[in-house]
């Protein structure tokens, strides 16, 4: 039997055993003296520790919590802690039991101190799982277990998550066309998921040319590839053969925002075919959808950009996302639509270069003819037009990497970092937890 099922009942016991062991009603004497102790337990706030590995990764644990018994009805007692279990709500449930037989003698209203010494490995740790402290405990006689479950809010240090990437580009296709092959080619050599920024073909997005066309070059990384939209897929049929190809690649069908987590960056995919702006569905969804993030790092990828230095120049429909996000703190945003490269510095969506604002990527160079350069936008940092490659997001703990990959035989590249931006409300800290335990001898 474990600890916890072997606590309960003998609680129950221990509240029957105080209470005199029947349901009589209220009378107007006084009560009778406490014929058991009564003692309460508190710790002190943020009882794990962990004990970092040399990989880095904290997996072990060790409860550090200094604890102070306190006895409240009069009379002396005697707690032997016998075992200490930490469980986590992670799934699957973990849980370390250790023993400890540690007796603390409590004067009557008196106190006293322990430090609970357990160290324990958590295989299964979870930073968002819920842990707890069960203590149970014998009297001074060795009879009558009566100890409560004491259950304590633990805050556990966050685990270092793995690097992950994210790579692609838009404005794809592939009948006919060399390119395409050659982008294909880079993602065959680079691990990770693959973005695809709309217009995955082209002249219209016909399931004949999904299947023709896109399928033999980028179409062999449908497995690991997340999709938005662009003008060319909703052109003939308004998206039908995009879903029905991508699947869910692409999120829901007619839809074509989604949301995804990939390593410790939250991926959202937006569609700009279909109404964003404020008050729209799609816009009260990512409203919705950022404000359950609890990821420190967003990036955002769909078709048209904001801003553009190419022939196809601004989409301002979508200023209303950009100010939602940038209020969110997201770090940055994938486009297609015009078929080259730029990078623009953080900026809000006014066009005003700020700290804290959302870093551009325009990454039209998936494979179909490059265009030309238009009206040149403000904080525009690089801008290239004759490169066709992808861009390769290296998305880590709270920061990032970007690499532009040319084809084999072009030369341009473009690599920097960035760091996550810290969004203007941030998550209060956890609040003090408090143990309670009630013990009672036999009278
Ligand atoms: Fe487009």
Redesign the pocket.
């Known amino acids: 039997m474990s600890a916890r099922a072997l606590v309960l009942p003998l609680v129950l016991a221990a509240f029957v055993a105080a209470c005199g062991g029947d349901q009589t009603p209220a009378s107007p004497t006084p009560p009778p003296p406490a014929s058991s102790a009564a003692v309460t337990v508190s710790a002190a706030p943020n009882p794990l520790a962990a004990i970092a590995d040399p990989s880095g990764v904290a997996e072990r644990y060790r409860v550090s919590a200094n604890l102070t018994f306190r006895e409240t009805a009069g009379i002396a007692a005697t707690v032997t802690v016998l075992t200490v279990t930490v469980w986590s709500t992670a799934s699957p449930p973990w849980s370390s039991t250790s023993s400890t037989n540690v007796s603390i003698a409590v004067g009557a209203k008196g106190t006293a101190a322990y430090t609970l010494p357990t160290t324990f490995d958590a295989a299964a740790a979870d930073p968002a799982a819920r842990w707890q402290l069960d203590v149970t405990a014998a009297d001074a006689e060795g009879k009558a277990v009566s100890i409560a479950p004491v259950q304590v809010m633990m805050a556990v240090p966050p685990r270092p998550v793995a690097d992950a990437v994210l790579v692609g580009a838009?404005?794809v296709d592939g009948c006919g066309r060399a390119e395409p092959e050659y982008t294909a080619r880079l993602l065959d050599r680079i691990p990770g998921t693959v973005f695809v920024a709309?217009?995955a073909t082209y002249p219209s997005g016909t399931m004949a040319s999904y299947t023709s066309c896109y399928g033999p070059t980028w179409g062999r990384h449908l497995w690991r590839t997340f999709a938005v939209p662009?003008?060319?897929d909703y052109q003939s049929d308004g998206g039908a053969a995009f879903y029905q190809y991508f699947g869910t690649a692409a999120g829901p069908p007619g839809l074509g925002y989604h949301s995804h987590t990939l390593g410790a960056w939250h991926v959202v995919m937006l569609n700009s075919e279909i109404p964003v702006k404020a008050g729209s569905p799609q816009y009260e969804w990512l409203r919705q959808d950022l404000g359950a993030s609890t990821a420190a790092c967003t990036v955002a990828v769909w078709?048209?950009p904001l801003f553009s230095s190419g022939q196809?120049g601004n989409s301002a429909f979508m200023r209303d996302v950009w100010n939602l996000m940038f209020q969110y703190g997201v770090d940055v945003v994938v486009n297609?639509?015009?078929h080259l490269y730029e990078r623009f510095a953080p900026q809000d969506a006014n066009g005003r270069a700020h700290a804290r604002g959302i870093r551009e990527f325009v990454v039209?160079t998936g494979g179909y003819p490059l265009y030309n350069r238009g009206q040149t936008q403000a904080n525009s940092e690089v801008f290239e037009n004759k490169t066709y490659g992808v861009l390769k997001l290296t998305l880590k703990s709270g920061k990032y990497d970007w690499e532009f990959i040319p084809i084999d035989g072009q030369t341009f590249r473009d690599a920097g970092s960035g760091t996550c931006v810290t969004p203007a409300a941030s998550a209060g800290a956890p609040q003090p937890d408090h143990l309670t335990i009630l013990a009672a001898r036999g009278g």
């Open positions: 838009g404005d709309g217009d662009g003008n060319h078709h048209h196809n297609g639509h015009d039209g």
